[in-house]
């Protein structure tokens, strides 16, 4: 980006840059350094910036909202078949909830909780294991990342209704 828009610049001409990737990783705020950076470069000259928004039409790969007090419970469906699987929930780190996790068999457990412990916590739940990362934030983001990454124990993830409890104990943007 900063090559191609510092030539276009040299030049005395516009810029239209695509940028055909894509991924469901991020919290899609548009506060991540990568988006700040790309807002920057736009304003370089005559430059547009063009992204692609992704391919999965109405498949529901994201979801977002805001928490109230009454808390929220997010479902993941898995189909058959599935051999690994990953899920992110991202929140401001000033708000504070715990998150409970059940199975498609009704097995519980409940993450660390998020604004002491950071690192790595691993729950088995029906043949599926499930590394549970809890981030903290960074000097460029005050969002808080929760990584769930979906293992089998034999061959396919659990299939089923996965749900994600929120449960808030202490909000003041309360969007995830």
């Known amino acids: 980006l900063t090559y191609v828009t510092g030539k276009a610049q040299q030049l005395g001409r516009p810029v239209a840059i695509n940028l055909s990737f894509g991924n469901t990783y991020g919290s899609h705020r548009g506060t991540s350094l990568l988006e700040r950076f790309m807002d920057n470069v736009a304003e370089i000259g005559k430059a547009a910036i063009c992204v692609g928004t992704g391919n999965e039409a109405a498949s529901g ?11 929220h419970t997010q479902e993941l469906t898995v189909g058959p078949y599935e051999t690994t699987l990953n899920l992110q929930i991202w929140k401001d780190y000033a708000d504070k909830y715990q998150i409970t ?18 690192g790595k916590t691993v729950a088995m739940l029906e043949g599926t294991k499930v590394l549970i990362y809890v981030g903290e934030p960074s000097p460029y983001s005050t969002l808080q990342e929760i990584y769930f990454e979906f293992l089998p124990m034999g061959t396919y993830i659990t299939p089923g209704l996965w749900s994600f409890i929120l449960t808030p104990q202490k909000l003041v943007t309360g969007e995830y």
């Open 101 to 118: 996790m059940v199975s498609p068999g009704g097995q519980r457990i409940s993450v660390p909780d998020l604004n002491v412990s950071s």
């Open 61 to 71: 790969g994201s979801a977002r909202g805001v928490m109230t007090m009454s808390g």
